[in-house]
């Protein structure tokens, strides 16, 4: 069914969900404004899987992205982190904070409930899945694909899927490392998040469309759309003065969370760079980017301008329209929540990946971002049968 799929000859539609821990309700409740547009009785799609090709996510967007393509709807899949979120948070026992801040039994138990020992190459999945770890033991980012073309996939397709979810989900101080054996051969994964695919919308267009990678799906901004939810991000500013007095575990959460958040920003100006985003959507992204001093999209004809300098004037905008590009997400700050109507969530308290204590103020969150930035006119273009 998926080498089906991935042959058809309509434009293709892929589904990018970045990690943030709690956050993920962020993400969830953008998606069920997704699902809302798409899953209606006049349409041929019932759930997200239906109508995306490929879905991929890093850490808490893992599981997200391996539920939908299993067909749960939105809803049920953000009551896991309404009713199990402080769960699955459970602290260990003073002595194992050491090594972990929480217990991973609860989230390892929640994981086994929804996907049971299906593996990576299980019939149950309904569209094309990646989830993004990062292999400790070889220091290498590892991408789980369960395309049947992928090189991997015949030594990767038996591996349970709630275990490489798991290991995408291991960020370190917070939950420990997984392991998992590949070839008779044991290796200790983390949270995918260590890396710079904590948004992982890059490597799922080059997974996507690099013939080497199985799939070879055709580029242009009119057979490719590629949507990409975030789950917020903050500029991490350490008050003057209070750096010198952080000590060893206060840097290590400290380096963690600044690693995921410029990953996520730097992932989305590499894609700025090659999508065409609406204008409302790209004007909105450039304001979050300038806010964190990252160059904004109105420098970007000018690099693609220099890029073609003596070529046929048609090709400076080719960069631009490799695919279109849509990205829902919001910096957490109080001049941004303010205009969301949001200035009673404090942006320091909902910043951490294990704000359990803050799931009313995410749902807020969540609520507002879809409010202003999800529309239906974003999926015009993209709403060919499978047939066509």
Known sequence: MLLERQQLTRPKRILSIDGGGIRGIIAAKVLLKIEKIICRPETPWNCLADYFDFMGGTSTGSILAAALARGMKVQDVLS??????????????FLKQFWSKYSSRPLEKKLKEIFGESPLGSEDLKTLLMIVTKNATTAHNWFFVNSPNNKFYPINRDLPLWQLI????????????????????SYDFIDGGMSMFNNPTFQLFLEAT????GIGWETGQDKLLLVSVGTGFSSNVI????AKQYHLIDW?????????????????????????????LRSQMSRELASLSIPTFKELPELASAAWVGLDR????????????????????????????????????????????????????GTAIAQEQVRAEDFDKFLHADHE
């Open 210 to 213: 690099k013939a080497q990678y």
């Open 166 to 185: 798991r290991a995408s989900t291991a960020a370190p101080t917070f939950f420990p490392p997984q392991t998992i054996s590949i070839n008779n051969q």
């Open 314 to 365: 048609d090709r400076s905008s080719y960069l631009s329209n490799l695919l279109s590009y849509h990205r829902y997400t919001v910096v957490f700050s109080h001049n941004r929540f303010a205009e969301l109507g949001l200035s009673h969530i404090d942006p320091k308290k909902v910043a951490a990946m294990d704000c359990v204590d803050e799931i009313p103020a995410l749902l807020e969150i």
């Open 80 to 93: 896991l982190y309404l009713d199990h979120g402080r769960e699955i948070f459970t602290e260990n026992w």
């Open 252 to 280: 290590a959460k400290y380096a963690i969370s600044t690693l995921m958040e410029d990953a996520n920003v730097q992932q989305n100006f590499l894609m700025s760079l090659i999508g065409n985003s609406p204008e409302e």
């Open 239 to 242: 008050p003057p003065g209070r």
